[in-house]
């Protein structure tokens, strides 16, 4: 699990939460909700695949084999957190 995920579970319990306390507003003040949270949490993980991707396109190619990666698999690894399995390729 990547801390990216961690993070996303945490902002959906925030959303669960939120839509308790709306329910008697009505359910187009709990989907807006959902969608704001969504939103959110699209922007948060794209900024955090941008982080990621940022900082290992800084490393030099010594230190990125010593983490077992190639130069060409940086962005894969900043999308999924891990590389992918021979069977799920």
Request: proline fraction near 1%.
């Amino acid at each position: 699990m990547n801390f990216a995920s961690t993070q996303n579970r945490g902002l959906f319990r925030w959303t669960l939460q939120t839509q308790g306390r709306l329910k008697g507003q009505g359910a187009w003040v709990a989907g807006l909700v959902a969608v704001g949270a969504g939103f959110a949490t699209s922007i948060w993980r794209w900024r955090a695949v941008h982080r990621t991707r940022k900082s290992l396109s800084g490393l030099d190619d010594k230190a990125l084999a010593d983490l077992g990666l190639y130069r060409d698999q940086i962005g894969l690894v900043a999308r999924r957190g891990r590389l992918p399995q021979w069977d799920e390729m």
